[in-house]
């Protein structure tokens, strides 16, 4: 069974463009939302990461968007530039707890 | 130079034969973990250990078996009964900070296994 909700499967962006990613999850138990993001033959990297108690979180041209009544919370890159081309998955965890639950991933292809 | 390793970076095996992935932590991370990573699917977790000695299942431990004697390694053993094993494998740890919030995770490069 499926926890976490991630959409679109894949994505292209122009250069200087806006990248959405949204995700969904179903366990209200969830209170830490982290985005990773991996680059071809790597490992996933901690990109950004959300609690609950807020609605958003900012960092550079990152943003992650959160709907707690919702249980929905989206990845924003603003100003997409090609090196952002990569995989992203959202996951979900208790924070006092390192079990995550990932996302399905998205591709995202930002076009030059 | 810190990090995880995964060696090898490619691996073949031939079906019914068992064949063990490796993973190194020089993080003096207590915890380890093994994902598989199937495309369309994410990241699926088939083991996990929080410390020597122990370790649990994780969604899709069948077909898999793990050991942890020493706290910088947390070996995979892909055996015949998985069915498909053809994936990439990636291994993760964290530090263990009981009521201290979320422990990020830390990934190595990984290892794609091909079964013949």
């Known amino acids: 069974q499926q926890q976490v909700k991630q959409s679109p499967q894949s994505l292209i962006v122009q250069k200087g463009g806006i990248s959405i990613i949204n995700c969904a999850y179903e366990n209200t138990a969830f209170d830490y939302f982290p985005w990773y993001q991996q680059f071809p033959g790597k490992g996933p990297a901690l990109l950004i990461a959300i609690r609950p108690d807020v609605s958003e979180k900012k960092e550079g041209r990152f943003t992650i968007s959160f709907n707690k009544s919702a249980k929905q919370f989206s990845l924003h890159i603003m100003d997409s530039q090609p090196g952002d081309s990569a995989t992203y998955f959202c996951?979900?965890?208790?924070?006092?707890?390192?079990?995550?639950?990932f996302g399905a991933g998205t591709i995202l292809r930002v076009k030059s | 130079d810190g990090g995880i390793t995964q060696s090898p970076k490619y691996l073949f095996r031939k079906e019914g034969q068992n064949v063990t992935l490796s993973c190194e932590q020089n993080?003096?991370?207590?915890?380890m973990y093994w994902y598989r990573q199937d495309p369309g699917q994410g990241l699926r977790l088939i083991y996990y250990s929080q410390i020597v000695n122990d370790f649990q299942k994780g969604d899709i431990a069948e077909g898999y078996s793990v050991s942890r004697e020493k706290k910088e390694s947390f070996p995979l053993t892909v055996t015949s009964a998985q069915k498909n094993p053809t994936a990439f494998y990636l291994c993760a740890s964290s530090m263990v900070r009981p009521g201290r919030g979320y422990n990020e995770q830390f990934f190595g490069p990984g290892t794609r296994l091909t079964v013949l």
């Open positions: 993080l003096n991370h207590d915890a």
């Open positions: 996951a979900a965890t208790m924070e006092y707890g390192n079990k995550l639950v």
